[in-house]
């Protein structure tokens, strides 16, 4: 998700009076819950799993278990020179340095679990499992979770400022009515993806991705793949419960050429593609000399090579006179 919302969960957890644990509590929730994502910058890792956004940092066995203590450990260095250098803090609070680590565990649990439920799809268990895990309940940017975290951070520190002793309500109301929305939202991705099979065009998909539109999260836009075939439909539970509202389909995904599908296990050029990827999609182009293949992701776009996140690679022919 976006790291507007990330901050604000790590704020919010804040406010419900976990940062009154330890001095640099709140940097730690906050800074940790956007922690994951440094792998932005190390696209240039040689190591696959490193340098694939949402990949290690994102896993449990990674940025889960290594991120932490290295924050904790700068926000104490950090704490450590400001006092060195005559600081004065307004919160009046200890340093706990077992809290701060612990805060920071939570910190960053909280990026790739809110990570995981958007369609983009999270490596949770790499190195040791590349699968992609997507829970499909949430858009990667919910105007309602910004809003509904932004308005209780901001009456939770208003009451705070006031010294109010129900300052931590507010807080503890959003992040008990987040985990609400976010169940009730898996719920009604499940039910978009039985209404699939159950109902019109009775398909068995052999990939399904659901995805909420922005502002309207009851809602799901579905696309599936089977037998080499991109279907999409329109899942509206206030026009059927149990079927698609619409549903258009299948289109071809190219992957049944042979060269489409040598290139993209073999391109050095397609290597980042293909490990995020889930539901890649192809068209190839044959000249005289070159055969030109071209992929995107049917999650964002349906014709290869024009979408925003498409990449193509160029075959030599090896023909006479090339």
Not at 7 to 22: A, D, E, F, I
Not at 172 to 189: C, M, P, W
Not at 246 to 269: C, N, Q, W
Request: hydrophobic share 45%; with cysteine.
């Amino acid at each position: 998700m976006d790291n507007i919302t990330h901050s604000l969960v790590g704020w919010t957890l804040g406010q419900t009076g976990l940062k009154r644990k330890s001095r640099k509590g709140l940097a730690a929730l906050i800074l940790g819950a956007n922690a994951p994502d440094i792998d932005v910058f190390l696209g240039w890792a040689p190591w696959a799993p490193l340098a694939t956004h949402r990949g290690w940092m994102h896993s449990f066995f990674g940025g889960v278990l290594v991120l932490p203590p290295l924050l904790a450990g700068l926000l104490w260095l950090l704490d450590r020179w400001q006092l060195k250098h005559g600081a004065s803090f307004k919160s009046g609070l200890e340093m706990h340095f077992g809290w701060l680590v612990a805060l920071s565990y939570v910190g960053c649990l909280t990026h790739p679990l809110l990570d995981w439920q958007t369609s983009y799809a999270i490596q949770l268990f790499t190195p040791f499992d590349k699968r992609w895990y997507h829970n499909d309940s949430l858009f990667i940017l919910d105007i309602w979770i910004i809003l509904g975290l932004g308005f209780a951070v901001w009456l939770s520190r208003r009451r705070e400022k006031r010294a109010q002793s129900n300052w931590r309500r507010p807080a503890i109301i959003a992040s008990a009515t987040l985990l609400l929305y976010i169940t009730a939202n898996g719920a009604e991705t499940a039910a978009a993806y039985d209404a699939v099979s159950a109902g019109a065009p009775y398909v068995h998909p052999q990939t399904i991705v659901a995805s909420p539109p922005p502002v309207l999260f009851w809602r799901r836009n579905l696309i599936w793949r089977q037998d080499h075939g991109i279907w999409r439909g329109e899942y509206r539970p206030f026009h059927s419960v149990g079927s698609l509202a619409s549903y258009s389909g299948p289109v071809p995904d190219g992957m049944s050429d042979p060269i489409a599908r040598r290139a993209l296990l073999t391109a050095p050029g397609l290597a980042h593609f293909r490990r995020w990827s889930i539901l890649p999609m192809a068209s190839v182009e044959r000249r005289p000399c070159e055969v030109r293949v071209y992929f995107e992701d049917a999650r964002f776009g349906g014709f290869p090579g024009r979408g925003r996140l498409g990449e193509s690679v160029a075959l030599p022919t090896h023909a006479k006179g090339c």
